[in-house]
């Protein structure tokens, strides 16, 4: 610092031990002094992290970070369950894994000016337990020329919904997820739920729809002879 004579800053480049000359100035005149700098690689990286870890597949991990107690660390590689990354510069693991996989040994490396130091983390990636989802669905009776109706079907798991079909379109079709009726007779109406990385497909259940004629009255014109 020109003003102060503080050095700082960061050194980029290995460099012998060297004298370097610093002058001082004021208007008494001129003094100069040396100091002898050197700049050496840093020390080797040395990181761990928390092991032995189990993941869920389909389930995001809690980030996981390094632990370092070398040099300062560079760089970082790694190759790790399908799902899951290293990040090159901060370490952290973070990620989904989506591949069951038994116990095993991933060895993450830690590179800077001063070498490399590695670490091995233990993973196991178990299987998603999907959770079960159960419909409950009640008989359906109806009369012809009834307007479009709800199926009314409902299930333990309200966040996917639940669909339906007829197998016989010519008393019944599914329209918008409504039951229209197309004429008098009997038809099988199933209700479906798909699952998810959550939930489990839900056993469909069918109910009978019994669609009843309609009444007829006829009514004679009374008449006088």
């Known amino acids: 610092d020109s003003q102060t004579g503080i050095i700082s800053g960061t050194p980029i480049a290995l460099s012998p031990p060297t004298v370097y000359t610093i002058t001082g100035y004021n208007q008494g005149g001129v003094f100069a002094t040396t100091v002898t700098i050197s700049v050496i690689p840093p020390a080797p990286p040395v990181i761990t992290y928390p092991t032995p870890q189990i993941y869920t597949t389909n389930t995001a991990i809690a980030p996981l970070s390094p632990v370092s107690t070398g040099g300062l660390v560079t760089h970082y590689t790694g190759t790790l369950p ?5 990040d090159n510069i901060t370490g952290i693991i973070s990620g ?11 060895t993450i ?9 590695t670490f091995v983390l233990n993973i196991t990636v178990i299987p998603q337990v999907l959770q079960p989802q159960t419909i409950t669905f009640g008989p359906l009776v109806k ?33 918008n997820g409504q039951i229209h009726i197309n004429g008098a ?24 729809l019994t669609v009843k004629p309609a009444p007829l009255t006829i009514t004679a014109d009374d008449k006088n002879k």
């Open 109 to 117: 490396t830690a590179t800077n000016d001063g070498g490399t130091g």
């Open 143 to 175: 009369t012809y020329g009834d307007a479009d109706f709800a199926p009314g079907a409902s299930s333990t798991n309200s966040t996917i919904p639940v669909t339906y079909t007829s197998d016989n379109i010519s008393v019944a079709t599914i329209v």
């Open 96 to 106: 989904t894994p989506t591949v069951v996989s038994p116990a095993t040994n991933y």
């Open 185 to 208: 007779g009997k038809a099988n109406i199933t209700a479906s739920q798909a699952g998810n990385s959550t939930y489990s497909e839900a056993t469909p259940v069918t109910q009978l």
């Open 82 to 86: 399908t799902g899951l990354t290293v």
